[in-house]
């Protein structure tokens, strides 16, 4: 197991290393100067070298690259060059909108999607299998961001339940701030249930017909006790997949939604980041985004054990 954790860790670290080597590279060769857009086009030549020298800008590549590495290390990302505050500051703000977003989304998404998905392989080609299909491919189908609209009109501008759009806050209470992010979680989270509920059914379809399963049912297990206590826990393998890849999605790639409800998360703010030429922000930013995602799919890897006993050995021997 330690040399497992290890090996990950290292996996981790160079997978970082490679992702901060890329965004670096991508955005040094993009066309447009920053200190040109911040000064606007009339800028005077000194007074652009003056700011190019003040940003670090003036330096070979390959300095500021290791530079902003090391910043990155000892917890430093920099000052934003629009905004003129540190960029951890920024993200901390942006952060506490983004993440209770994707939790909320994912855990909607989950309480969802399980249920139909086993109830789906339960009734395998009858009505209840047919409806839970049919919710899936509508909800594959449906853009998140037309669904969003939808529930504006609905929710927000026919009934006047909540809010259509900006985040009232932390500061406000937990009620008003939690009904500014009711819409778009549910905007997020029902086209990912569709997803997961027939990664659910598939995955306890085929679970079904294993023999520890037909022993169970042989030894007086109700069909229920047996879907429930032996198949749905192995059959939890690819959907701990799913639901890995789908937070990391939410994490990472709200941008639309955050837009359609004009919230203030991490999405936008890499949007106008990018739209500012606001380098600094967004290479923190996808440096950071990039090791979430690493990091919930190591923690998807050490749940793998956890959920099937027949995995530790090979964790063991890893």
Same mark, same amino acid.
Request: glycine share 10%; aromatic share 8%.
């Given at each position: 197991m330690t040399l497992f954790l290890v090996k990950r860790l290292v996996t981790l670290v160079l997978t970082l290393f490679v992702a901060a080597l890329v965004v670096f590279t991508v955005l040094e060769v993009l066309p447009g100067d920053p200190a040109a857009i911040i000064l606007g086009t009339g800028a005077q030549p000194d007074t652009l070298a003056a700011l190019r020298k003040e940003l670090g800008l003036d330096l070979p590549a390959p300095v500021r690259f290791f530079d902003w590495l090391g910043g990155l290390l000892q917890g430093d990302l920099g000052q934003s060059y629009t905004y003129s505050v540190p960029v951890a500051e920024l993200i901390a703000d942006r952060v506490a909108v983004s993440l209770p977003l994707a939790v909320i989304a994912?855990?909607?998404?989950?309480?969802?999607?399980?249920?139909?998905?086993?109830?789906?392989? /339960? *009734?395998?080609? #009858?009505?209840?299998? $047919?409806?839970?299909? =049919?919710?899936?491919? %509508?909800?594959? @189908?449906?853009?998140?961001?037309?669904?969003?609209?939808?529930?504006?009109?609905?929710?927000?501008?026919?009934?006047?339940?909540?809010?259509?759009?900006?985040?009232?806050?932390?500061?406000?209470?937990?009620?008003?701030?939690?009904?500014?992010?009711?819409?778009?979680?549910?905007?997020?989270?029902?086209?990912?249930?569709?997803?997961? /509920? *027939?990664?659910? #059914?598939?995955?306890? $379809?085929?679970?079904? =017909?294993?023999?520890? %399963?037909?022993? @169970?049912?042989?030894?007086?297990?109700?069909?229920?006790?047996?879907?429930?206590?032996?198949?749905?826990?192995?059959?939890?393998?690819?959907?701990?997949?799913?639901?890995?890849?789908?937070f990391s999605f939410l994490l990472a790639g709200t941008i639309i939604i955050e837009n359609v409800f004009y919230l203030p998360g991490l999405g936008r703010l890499i949007f106008q980041a990018i739209a500012q030429r606001d380098l600094i922000v967004v290479k923190d930013l996808v440096v950071l985004l990039a090791g979430a995602v690493v990091l919930v799919n190591f923690t998807v890897d050490l749940l793998y054990a956890v959920l099937d006993p027949r995995l530790r050995g090979g964790v063991e021997g890893a």
């Open positions: 994912i855990l909607l998404s989950t309480a969802i999607a399980i249920p139909l998905g086993v109830l789906a392989a /339960a *009734r395998h080609r #009858r009505l209840a299998d $047919l409806c839970v299909m =049919g919710f899936s491919q %509508v909800g594959v @189908a449906i853009p998140n961001f037309w669904f969003a609209i939808l529930l504006i009109l609905l929710f927000a501008v026919g009934l006047r339940w909540l809010p259509a759009g900006g985040f009232a806050g932390w500061d406000a209470g937990l009620g008003p701030a939690l009904k500014s992010l009711l819409l778009p979680a549910v905007a997020l989270a029902l086209p990912q249930a569709a997803i997961l /509920a *027939r990664v659910t #059914r598939s995955s306890v $379809l085929e679970t079904l =017909g294993e023999d520890y %399963v037909r022993t @169970a049912r042989a030894k007086g297990l109700s069909r229920g006790a047996a879907l429930w206590g032996h198949a749905l826990r192995n059959a939890l393998i690819p959907v701990v997949t799913i639901m890995g890849l789908q």
